[in-house]
């Protein structure tokens, strides 16, 4: 997992001890993410499985993509494939990726990078591992997380964001025992690179064995935790959280998580959990496939949009990308 780090984490900006009056988040639910394939074969866990998409909001969807290792000749990625009506968020922890879209975007992601697409009113797009990487096989992991856009946005014109792993902002709990890589948002006054038409935060934050985290999180926003490496605990009481395991946080003021004082071999690093929450938006959603819209009639409008070839054509050849301009892996079926 080779995510940004530092060596001292002493020497980063800290995140404030809360305050006395603050009120702890309690956990609502703890879910299990079921696996699953994507695109041409990829494995995947359902993040977002089993939870009520009122929850969720602004979030519609999250795949934990791998963590798996390629032999030679086996990495796959999707096919062309349409969006509209929301954005995409792909954070690579391993591995190499490389995107093409119909409005001339395109490149690759790698470890620690992030790739943020609008798809807004409408592209085609695909996601596929570069020819050596087909060749040499090796490991490949991530996330894909769908973030919903407002009714008034959601034929905002396409945009992508690169972010590269030394971008994102780097903070401390206040003993050093938890480092944050904030990729977007503001997290205790401290902002991540990512510009978000929705109002979100998205850290990935790494605890050392039996490091406790006790984080400021702004009480407009929901909360919710994905443990993608490790075990340890969610909330004030303790309850159990291991890998592939989403905690939904009631509401509130701050978040804790804990990470248990002796891990498996492969995770002595501690425990990794993504954080995320953001701003309801409390509005209708219709989504099919790869179109996250308000009502039927707009769906129905996306699917004859893509038809009539208004969402872009497939390029006649392929166009050679460049490391510089980086887009997302990832899945895209509801």
């Not at 795949?63 to 390629?70: K, L, N, S």
């Not at 992991?141 to 994102?168: C, E, T």
């Not at 984080?215 to 009481?237: C, E, H, K, M, Q």
């Not at 309801?280 to 004859?304: D, S």
């Amino acid at each position: 997992m080779p995510a940004v780090t530092v060596d001292d984490l002493l020497v980063l900006p800290r995140v404030p001890v809360p305050a006395q009056a603050a009120v702890e988040r309690k956990v609502t639910s703890v879910t299990a993410a079921p696996s699953g394939f994507e695109g041409e074969g990829f494995p995947v866990r359902r993040a977002f499985a089993g939870v009520d998409l009122k929850t969720l909001d602004p979030f519609i969807h999250m795949d934990q993509m791998g963590e798996v290792d390629y032999a030679p000749g086996e990495p796959k990625g999707t096919p062309w494939h349409p969006h509209r009506g929301f954005e995409t968020v792909t954070y690579l922890l391993d591995g190499i990726f490389r995107h093409q879209d119909s409005h001339g975007g395109g490149g690759l992601i790698s470890d620690g990078d992030t790739q943020w697409m609008t798809a807004g009113s409408g592209l085609l797009h695909i996601e596929a591992p570069p020819e050596e990487l087909v060749m040499s096989g090796g490991l490949f992991h991530g996330f894909q997380l769908w973030v919903n856009l407002p009714a008034k946005m959601k034929m905002s014109a396409p945009r992508y964001q690169d972010i590269r792993a030394g971008q994102v902002s780097l903070l401390s709990s206040p003993d050093g025992g938890v480092l944050l890589r904030v990729i977007a948002g503001d997290v205790a006054g401290h902002a991540g690179p990512g510009v978000t038409h929705t109002p979100i935060a998205l850290v990935h934050a790494t605890l050392a064995p039996g490091a406790q985290l006790r984080l400021p999180w702004r009480p407009d926003f929901n909360a919710l935790v994905y443990t993608l490496a490790g075990s340890g605990s969610v909330g004030t009481d303790r309850r159990p959280a291991k890998l592939g395991d989403l905690a939904v946080f009631g509401a509130g003021d701050v978040i804790t998580i804990e990470a248990d004082a002796s891990q498996d071999s492969r995770n002595a690093a501690g425990m990794d959990v993504l954080i995320l929450g953001g701003q309801p938006i409390r509005e209708p959603v219709m989504a099919y496939g790869p179109f996250v819209m308000n009502t039927k009639a707009e769906l129905v409008q996306a699917f004859e949009d893509y038809q009539a070839g208004k969402l872009g054509v497939i390029p006649s050849t392929p166009r050679r990308v460049d490391v510089g301009n980086a887009d997302h892996p990832g899945h895209d079926v509801l």
